[in-house]
C-alpha cells in the first residue's frame, strides 16, 4: 500500500514527538531517580561508588545546601537531614565521599583519618590488628632506624617524637609520639599516638599540603574546602610489637 507523502509526513512528525518526548521523560525520570537515591545515602552506600559517582554525591550535598539556603521550601531541602544518625549529616557524608576519593587515588592512610575525623570518632588500631597504619608504620625508614637503634644499644623504654617526611603518612601522622617498651632481645611493645587535624595540615606549603591531594581529585573542592566545620580533631593511638 502507498502512503501519500502528507500522511508519510505526518508519521514520522508523529514518531519524532513521541520518540522526543519519550527520552526527556526518561532523562527526567533517571534525574529524579538519581536525586531519591542520593538524598538517602549512607557510608555503607559511598563504599560502593566509583569516582565519578562520588564527585556526583558531593556535588549533590553542595547543591541541595545552596537549594536550601535560597528556598527553605526547595524540595531538596531532606538531604540537611541526616540519613542515619550514626553515619552523619550530609556534609559530613560528602566528606566521607572526597576522603574516598583520596583513598582511591593511592592516600589510604590519610583518607581514612579523614573519614573518622568527619565522623567524629577516635582512631584506634590495637595490638596484634596489624592496621592499616600499622603496616604503614613499620615500612617508614624513620622507624626501622629507631628499632635498629634501640637493639644496638641494648634499650628497653624510649619515648620521643618522629616525623614522616614524605607520602600517605606525612598526611596521615606527619610528626608523632612514639613509646618503645620491652626487652630488646625480644620484639618491641610500640605505642604511637597523635591528633589528627585536617586544618592544621592545611598549613604546610603547597608542594606538602593535604588540601592538594582533595584539589587535585575532587571536582568540587572549592566549595568542600570552604566546609571544614564538619571535621573534628580526633585522637589517633596505634600499638603492635616491632
Known amino acids: 500500500m502507498k502512503l501519500s507523502k502528507k500522511t508519510l509526513c505526518f508519521i ?12 526527556v521523560h526518561a532523562s527526567t525520570y533517571n534525574q529524579k531517580k538519581s536525586q531519591t537515591s542520593f538524598s538517602s545515602i549512607t ?11 562520588l564527585n556526583a554525591y558531593i556535588d549533590f550535598v553542595k547543591n541541595s545546601r545552596d537549594s536550601f539556603t535560597s528556598n527553605s521550601k526547595h524540595s531538596s531541602a531532606t538531604v540537611m537531614s541526616a540519613p542515619n544518625p550514626s553515619d552523619g549529616n ?3 557524608l560528602a566528606w566521607i565521599a572526597a576522603a574516598k576519593i583520596a583513598k582511591k587515588m593511592g592516600y589510604k592512610c590519610s583518607g581514612t583519618l579523614v573519614e573518622y575525623s568527619a565522623l567524629n570518632k577516635p582512631y584506634g588500631e590495637g595490638l596484634g590488628q596489624n592496621g592499616l597504619l600499622t603496616k604503614a ?16 644499644n641494648q634499650k628497653s623504654y624510649k619515648s620521643r617524637g618522629i616525623v614522616f617526611k614524605k607520602g600517605d603518612l606525612f598526611y ?4 608523632v609520639h612514639i613509646e618503645v617498651n620491652g626487652d630488646y632481645r625480644l620484639p618491641y611493645l610500640v605505642t604511637v599516638t597523635d591528633t589528627f587535624d585536617f586544618c592544621y595540615m592545611k598549613g604546610y606549603g603547597d608542594s606538602k599540603n593535604m ?3 582533595f584539589k587535585k581529585y ?6 568542600l574546602s570552604q566546609q571544614m566545620h564538619a571535621l573534628h580533631k580526633i585522637p589517633v593511638r596505634i600499638t603492635f610489637t616491632s
Request: glycine share 4%; charged share 30%; with cysteine.
Open 218 to 223: 575532587v571536582n568540587n573542592w572549592g566549595w
Open 137 to 152: 608504620i613499620k615500612k617508614k625508614p624513620a622507624y626501622k632506624k629507631l628499632i635498629k637503634r634501640l637493639k644496638k
Open 90 to 92: 550530609p556534609l559530613s
Open 12 to 23: 514520522l512528525c508523529f514518531t519524532f514527538l513521541f520518540g522526543t518526548s519519550s527520552n
Open 172 to 175: 596521615a601522622l606527619h610528626k
Open 211 to 213: 588540601e592538594a591531594i
Open 43 to 53: 557510608v555503607k552506600d559511598l563504599d560502593s561508588m566509583n569516582t565519578d559517582e
